[in-house]
């Protein structure tokens, strides 16, 4: 697998959000090249673990953001994170249970899934947060 890298074209103008993305590529390539490496069989479930917790927890700042009554892509977006949930925690699941599963696989997912959850979904949430705040008080 190819490692991701952060592109400045995909920041959505939060600073915080934009840290978080960075910080979940930064752990996709973080979980392969452990999957590589010489304790690969101890330590690439913990490495999973961990990014799919940091996931989790991105999605929650992210909806924190959002206000249901205003943000009108709010259920979409929401259920693009469930759904990204549900199928990193399959994964997730499927390995701790010893099943054989395709790791390569499931970060060529997550890779393809967060460029365009971020690229599409997450600028609309940047141009909604951008007007927000530039609403008078």
């Known amino acids: 697998m190819e490692t991701v890298q952060w592109l400045d074209s995909m920041s959505i103008g939060d600073a915080e959000i934009d840290r978080q993305h960075k910080q979940l590529l930064q752990m996709i390539n973080q979980t392969w090249e452990t999957a590589q490496g010489k304790e690969a069989d101890k330590q690439t479930g913990v490495a999973l673990r961990r990014l799919c917790d940091y996931v989790i927890e991105h999605f929650a700042s992210e909806e924190a953001l959002m206000d249901p009554d205003a943000y009108p892509e709010y259920d979409r977006h929401?259920?693009?994170?469930?759904?990204?949930?549900?199928?990193?925690?399959?994964?997730?699941?499927?390995?701790?249970?010893?099943?054989?599963?395709?790791?390569?696989?499931?970060?060529?997912?997550?890779?393809?899934?967060?460029?365009?959850?971020?690229?599409?979904?997450?600028?609309?949430?940047?141009?909604?947060?951008?007007?927000?705040?530039?609403?008078?008080?």
């Open 78 to 137: 929401v259920q693009e994170h469930i759904e990204g949930s549900m199928r990193a925690l399959d994964f997730l699941e499927a390995a701790s249970e010893g099943r054989v599963v395709g790791l390569e696989e499931f970060l060529a997912f997550a890779v393809e899934w967060v460029r365009h959850h971020i690229q599409e979904t997450d600028k609309t949430l940047g141009e909604f947060l951008a007007r927000k705040r530039a609403e008078p008080l």
